[in-house]
């Protein structure tokens, strides 16, 4: 099996069947063995039925693995890379944003002799605030992480196959996929591809799963910001202390009373600032917490309920083989 192509769907049933009637055409021209896994989400819509009927028409080239529920996108797509047969990965959102025709741009980037091949979006459909939020995001996360990702939101990615035996043996129950392959990478790389509108549907992403997701990014992959808010905490002390001093000795030095120092404690304004970045840090060590409580649990990180998938020839072969000598 030269290639696995992992695609994740949660109620995209009114664009499958524009993606099935390009998505198989593309992958039949790479002149390739290939394989497409779709993994369904938890949809509640058709989707799965739809589905079912596409492993029914190739069923030579198409596994479904049904989750028990939804269990987010990068979770389904780990559900997917358990199963991939391929020396490379491709991962591809069902929405047609990223062209499946794209594909051969990423294999062509890996024949170069790079192991990771990330899609960077040349002209990106989506509202300013959208472009705006990723772009900041992007820096953000550079920063803290030291991981280079142009396009964190593209999915369209390859993946050689010891980075994803590398990833399948990561037991975290949260993680960032990209950036995971990204620090197993030894020659990773990137690579302009298309991007279109959404054929059908909406998106998936909220701005509350968007937070989210960036949070999982950051406190999954550094503990710069916990080292940040420790400096931030000791640098307000000094500059209170500093200020504090200040004021007591300018106050002194001109003959006010004593009673009046406390003024400059009691003012609103700092005392609410002091207590909203308090607060920020209760809840950045809480998600630090939160993710060890998550891992230590120990719980099941998705449930698969079935898998369509046509036996393969040799496990066959065996079944047979072994019949007929019992017989």
């Known amino acids: 099996m030269d290639l696995s192509v992992v695609i994740p769907v949660y109620n995209e049933e009114e664009g499958l069947p524009a993606l099935f009637e390009r998505l198989y055409p593309a992958l039949d021209a790479l002149k390739v063995g290939y394989e497409v896994i779709f993994v369904n989400d938890g949809s509640r819509d058709r989707s799965a039925a739809l589905l079912r009927e596409q492993f029914a028409r190739r069923p030579d080239v198409t596994r479904v693995v049904l989750l028990n529920g939804n269990f987010g996108q990068h979770l389904a797509i780990m559900a997917g890379f358990e199963r991939t047969r391929g020396e490379r990965v491709v991962t591809l959102d069902a929405d047609l944003q990223n062209p499946p025709e794209e594909i051969a741009r990423l294999l062509a980037k890996m024949d170069e002799g790079y192991d990771y091949v990330g899609g960077v979006r040349s002209e990106r459909h989506d509202n300013a605030f959208r472009r705006f939020g990723s772009r900041a995001m992007n820096r953000l996360r550079e920063r803290i992480t030291r991981i280079r990702m142009s396009d964190q939101g593209c999915m369209l990615r ?21 950036a995971l392959a990204y620090t197993f ?143």
């Not at 690579?191 to 059908?200: F, G, K, L, M, P």
């Open 158 to 178: 390859a993946y050689s196959r010891p980075i994803i035996d590398a990833i399948n043996a990561c037991r975290e129950v949260s993680t960032f996929i990209p």
């Open 185 to 327: 990478a030894h020659r990773p790389t990137e690579v302009e591809v298309a991007h279109e509108s959404r054929a059908a549907g909406t998106s998936k992403y909220s701005v509350y799963k968007l937070i989210r997701l960036n949070f999982d990014l950051v406190t999954g992959f550094s503990v710069v910001p916990l080292q940040v808010f420790s400096l931030f905490g000791i640098g307000v002390s000094i500059v209170a202390v500093l200020v504090y001093l200040v004021v007591m000795v300018q106050r002194v030095l001109a003959g006010e009373p004593l009673d009046t120092l406390r003024t400059f404690w009691d003012r609103d304004i700092l005392q609410f600032f002091l207590i909203g970045i308090v607060l920020f840090g209760l809840g950045l060590v809480g998600e630090y917490v939160g993710r060890i409580y998550q891992q230590v649990r120990e719980r099941p990180r998705y449930l698969v309920q079935a898998v369509l998938e046509r036996e393969p020839e040799s496990s066959a072969w065996q079944k047979r083989s072994s019949s007929a000598t019992t017989t």
